[in-house]
DNA sequence: GCAAAAGTGTTATTAGTACACCCATGC
DNA sequence: GCATGGGTGTACTAATAACACTTTTGC
């Protein structure tokens, strides 16, 4: 006997995001002010014969007012508090704060992260779950670097660990392991921006982040190293 | 302003899951066969008012035909080729062995990974990611422990990894390293199953898998203080 | 006694951690 | 000349990787 793979039962489908960004309070998040002193989660629905990926670019940039420079899947959850059964697919989505930022486009606002107040349970659970992949992937990932402007300071670089990690780092180490990294490129300028020593700049090494593990290659846009790399699943043996 | 979260659109929403056990021709997924030579993965619809993920666990029991020991949501696919919009939602389930599967409740049947045919390009997808997935756990978490039994030897443990991973690994290191993880626990009995020297019998000595978030060494500071900052970053300061 | 799998240590290399002072600049 | 942030090195410890022989059993 074949089991017949029936789709019968439909869903409302939602896509949340949580947008982060860092400014001069540190790690903030996009939200819609909503009722009084709570915020929500950006949202929205994907269109028809819209890729899921694609759907949660397009809500993230009408909704912030600029191109996100990394978007990731996180979780999906189904709901069954909501009578219609709603499913919500939620992201990550990182910016870059020198970017211009329409503030008031769809009555969105940048908040520190650990000042938002999220009356919906749902909400809570996306940005907790946010806020741990993100600090998660600091350290396997160059994702810290979609938070930065094209080039940085390796101070610009450690506070910004500093401020998603919430706690301080070594500077010697983590110099001599960024540098040991080989990912960053080190530019002939420097920074003159007070009355100290001047700062090298840097900039990324190369354009392919290796975020490899948890994001599946195919969700990234990259034809040909998707290919390979399936391939190459199978293979190994 | 601010901005409805409004739910227009409805998408069928589908449960995929790749089941994945052990047998004597190494890993092993759970398939439905169809048309000539081909397969299909188990899928389901969740039901009204139930978690995505209580619905995965339903549906997996249900194709499978006895209770997997380990399930995983794994990346939701919106298909656009699909006139009607479905979202998959993949998940990963791990099964023992020794277990007793109706082979044929649900015309199911246990293949070989690498002599899976799968005619539907999101089924590949789905599958290829699941592997992924479960081959990059294997590094930091103890998630092989859900493919055995409830007690076993170092060398099942070992021949567990390399039939995930595709290739042999050094079984000093190994067992050092097993042992060092103090996840282990040896029992008195032994097991004589030839003409050879008996094996040590193991079981997991502790329920809670740490399959912790990939936190590196000097994101973490100390555990307890890690989850204070997680909290403290969403209570309102 | 021999086949078959279990079990065991050492060495070399690499990565991580802790820690404190001098340097170049603007004012 | 002093305040400010930029930049540097060393010693200790822990983790990883490579590598081959002895032990216990059934027959």
């Not at 949202?43 to 990731?72: K, M, T």
């Not at 939620?90 to 999220?118: I, N, P």
């Not at 998603?164 to 990912?183: C, E, Q, T, W, Y």
Request: hydrophobic letters at 40%.
């Amino acid at each position: 006997m074949v089991f017949k793979n029936t789709i019968a039962a439909v869903s409302p489908v939602r896509i949340s995001a949580v947008p982060f960004r860092l400014g001069r309070a540190g790690l903030s998040v996009a939200v819609h002010p909503v009722g009084e002193g709570g915020q929500r989660l950006p949202a929205g629905v994907p269109a028809p014969a819209e890729w899921l990926d694609v759907a949660a670019r397009r809500i993230v940039r009408e909704r912030v007012g600029s191109h996100e420079q990394y978007l990731e899947q996180l979780y999906t959850f189904g709901d069954p508090a909501t009578e219609d059964r709603t499913v919500t697919v939620s992201y990550l989505a990182l910016f870059r704060d020198h970017e211009r930022h329409d503030e008031d486009s769809a009555g969105l606002t940048w908040m520190a992260a650990r000042e938002v107040v999220l009356p919906s349970e749902m909400d809570r659970r996306v940005l907790d779950y946010a806020l741990m992949r993100l600090r998660a992937k600091l350290g396997y990932t160059n994702i810290a670097f979609h938070l930065l402007p094209p080039t940085f300071t390796l101070s610009d670089l450690q506070l910004a660990y500093e401020a998603v990690l919430g706690h301080p780092v070594d500077k010697r180490n983590f110099r001599r392991r960024m540098i040991a990294s080989s990912i960053l490129e080190q530019l002939d300028e420097k920074r003159r921006d007070g009355s100290h020593r001047p700062a090298a700049l840097y900039r990324f090494a190369s354009r392919d982040d290796r975020e490899a593990y948890l994001t599946p290659p195919w969700a990234m846009e990259r034809p040909e190293v998707v290919a390979e790399s399936i391939a190459a699943s199978h293979d190994s043996q």
